[in-house]
Structure formats: C-alpha cells, structure tokens
C-alpha cells in the first residue's frame, strides 16, 4: 500500500490544516478523550439503564441515544467522596476532573489540584500542536473573596491555582485550530524581546520577586517550545493525519443556546479529526447557572430553578425537558464523531468521552451516585452497550484514572483513588 506522507498539509485561508486519517497512513490512529459537564444534576427517577447488548435498556432521559446506545457505558455508584458534604456549586464544578475540594484565597491563590484532563496533557501534549482545547458558552465568573464563584467557571485545571482557560467563541477556537503557525512566529519575536529584558533584570532583585521572574522564564520557554515545534519537522513517531474539505470558519458567536453549543461540539470533532489535539473539555455552562431554555416547549422556568422542583410534577417535568436537551446535544456529538471514518473504525471508535454532572440529585443537592455517561471505544479498550453497576460510593476517580491510563499516561494515585476502575473492558 502507499503511504501518505504524514506532513502533508492543506494550506487554503492562511491557515494549515491537518488532513484526517486515511487507510493509507503509516500508523494507527490516536486515543482521544472529551469530557462534557452540565451543572444541575439530573432528575435521578427518569435516570439511568439495566442490561446489556440488545436487551440494553435506557430510562427516559437517556432516550436521545436509542440509536448509539452500543456505543455507551452507563456506569452507577461513583461518586466524589471529598466533594459529597460540599453543599454548593462551586466545589461540585471545580471538582469533577479533579476529584478535589477547592479551598478559599490563601493569600492571594486559589487552591484546587490539577484535573485529569491536564495531568494527560501534560504526558502527550508535545505530540499535537495543542496539549488541550477547553471550552464553553458561558464567560467564567469574576472572583469574590466571599463565595469565589470563579471555581464555578471551570472544570480543567492546570495547576491547583490555575484554572486552564476557556474559549466561548467558536470563531476564536477555530483560529487556535487552524492558524498557520504566523501569529506564533510573530508572539515568539515578541517573547524573545521581552525575555532578554526580562533576564536583564534578573541580577539583584528580591528573592521573591527572583521567584516570580524565574515562573516567567519558565512559562516563555514552554511557548518557545510549542511555537518550535510547530514549526519544526515531526518524529517519525508521530502520528499525522492524512484528506479533507477545509473547514469554514465560523461567522459569528451565535446568542441562541442550541446551535452555539452545537458549534462549539463541532470544534471538537475538527480538533480531534484533523490532530490539533486529544483532549477536549466542554462546559454546557457555569455551575449553578440560570439558563434560559423557554425555547423548549412547555419550559418556562429557568434552569436552576426547575432543578429545584421539590418534587413539583410541573416544574420536574420542565427539568426533565432541559435534562434530555442535553443528553440530545452528547448525541449530536457522538454521531458525528461515529460518521468520521478511520480505516474502517470511526473517530469514536479510537476515543472516549466522558459526560457527567457533579450533582447527582439536583433537588437536593447529592452526589453520592452521579450521572455519568462513557462513550467511546477507547480504541479497543472499552466494552460497550451496557450498564454497569456498580457497588455504592465506588470512587470516580478510579475512572478517571482508567482514562489517564488508555491515553498511555501511568497514575498511580488521584484523589480518593488508587487503582483504575474494573469492569470497563
């Protein structure tokens, strides 16, 4: 068979795009991995599903995935033990990749931990020109040194007082995915000039303020070291895509909810399909929010409000609608990804997404047995088509750890948890 040669590129637009994997390509496809979060919580009664392979049945939330239910793993029983007496939004936000509580201003820092999504980009993001893409639809929440609601704004966190940034434009993301390495040439000139100015200062300041020039130093030498690689030749290692349409750039940031997250979805499957990175993070919004979904029929309350329906039928019945809407939106995503063809497998073939809330019970606030969905076939890691259950408070962080693990990154401990999760193969 004739290979293609994994540097070819289409070059249309002023941007660079990778092409997609081809029969034709000297290696095997990657492992991806997404992660999509709603806040809330789920209506736990219309939650969930029993059996496997054809007899696999999904209860009336899961109903927008009938189709592709032979791509899902429906696990119950997990659970953030450390995040289970956190009554609010925040920590129940900020802790689900990261399996943490988050903690108030010491000083002037946010404390959190680092989440499993940027623990695997730090391992295998040198191999793709981005180590992670993060993002939402909804701008993070200035911080307050009473509530700190900005740890309601984020799910991806690369350092404990870090939170990794979003984009909410897909316009914009589009731009990261696609530039044709111009805008990096040029910020390097710009960091070369300001890092011999930088260094020129180093020589007899304060040992703190030495500290905080040294952070610098390092943060400029790992965008040195992006922008050349970038530029530079790739490892016969390397997995390259190889032929497609070149996409089009979005024209606008739409201000209806249903096609700005379906747009933002979008980006996703283009950043996976053309190798621009393999791992993804998606917020549906804030925790806590209150979105506005009346363009459901028969929805009039917002979104947090009809989460706490106190067992309302009529206001349970709105909550449920919105809860469904975005089980639609996952399928939206994981068809698109199953219709991408790679050599005979699709793009959700050779990844995994993650779908999930840190509120189990929206009403009440638990979260002793969340709502997750596993989609995906890990690239042969993964059995699916079935429920899982599993015996009550088993830690998530077990999965997020089987995750880290599929991606080729070795954890030997993250939050609560010690070992990967059984039952997934």
Not at 287 to 305: K, M
């Amino acid at each position: 068979m004739k290979h293609i040669n994994r540097r070819r590129f289409l070059q249309a637009a002023g941007v660079s795009i990778g092409l997609p994997w081809l029969e034709a390509s000297e290696t095997r496809p990657p492992t991806r991995f997404a992660t999509l979060f709603f806040p809330n919580g789920v209506s736990v009664a219309e939650w969930g599903a029993t059996g496997e392979g054809p007899a696999m049945k999904l209860k009336g939330l899961l109903s927008p995935l009938e189709l592709l239910k032979h791509k899902l793993i429906v696990p119950s029983g997990l659970w953030h033990e450390r995040l289970e007496q956190r009554p609010g939004h925040d920590g129940k936000t900020s802790g689900f990749l990261t399996g943490v509580e988050n903690y108030k201003l010491e000083g002037n820092r946010l404390k959190l931990g680092v989440s499993i999504d940027q623990l695997i980009a730090r391992s295998i993001g040198n191999e793709t020109p981005l180590p992670s893409l993060c993002l939402g639809i909804k701008p993070d929440t200035t911080t307050q040194l009473d509530l700190i609601p900005i740890f309601r704004s984020y799910i991806s966190w690369a350092a404990e007082s870090q939170p990794a940034p979003k984009e909410i434009d897909p316009r914009f993301a589009f731009d990261r995915l696609f530039d044709n390495g111009e805008r990096a040439r040029r910020n390097k000139s710009i960091l070369d000039a300001v890092l011999d100015q930088a260094k020129s200062m180093r020589t007899g300041v304060s040992g703190q303020d030495g500290k905080k020039l040294d952070e610098f130093f390092e943060s400029v030498r790992d965008v040195e070291k992006r922008v050349e690689k970038a530029d530079g030749p790739a490892g016969k290692s390397r997995w390259q895509p190889a032929s497609a349409p070149a996409p089009v750039r979005p024209t606008i940031r739409p201000d209806d909810r249903e096609p700005h997250t379906r747009l933002m979805l979008d980006m996703i499957v283009l950043a996976f399909r053309m190798n621009k990175t393999r791992v993804a993070t998606f917020m549906y919004d804030n925790g806590g929010c209150t979105g506005n979904f009346s363009f459901l029929p028969g929805v009039t309350e917002e979104w947090h409000a009809a989460s706490h329906h106190r067992d309302r039928p009529e206001i349970r019945a709105q909550y449920e609608a919105i809860n469904r809407w975005h089980v639609a939106q996952l399928a939206y995503l994981l068809k698109s990804m199953d219709e991408v063809d790679e050599g005979g497998e699709s793009l959700l073939d050779h990844s995994m997404v993650l779908w999930g809330s840190g509120l189990a019970d929206g009403n009440r606030h638990t979260a002793d047995n969340l709502p997750l969905l596993f989609a995906g076939g890990g690239s042969g890691t993964l059995r699916t088509g079935r429920a899982v259950d599993y015996p009550k408070h088993t830690p998530f962080a077990r999965l997020l750890i089987s995750i880290a693990s599929r991606m080729g990154v070795r954890v030997n401990s993250f939050a609560d948890a010690t070992q990967e999760l059984s039952g997934l193969a």
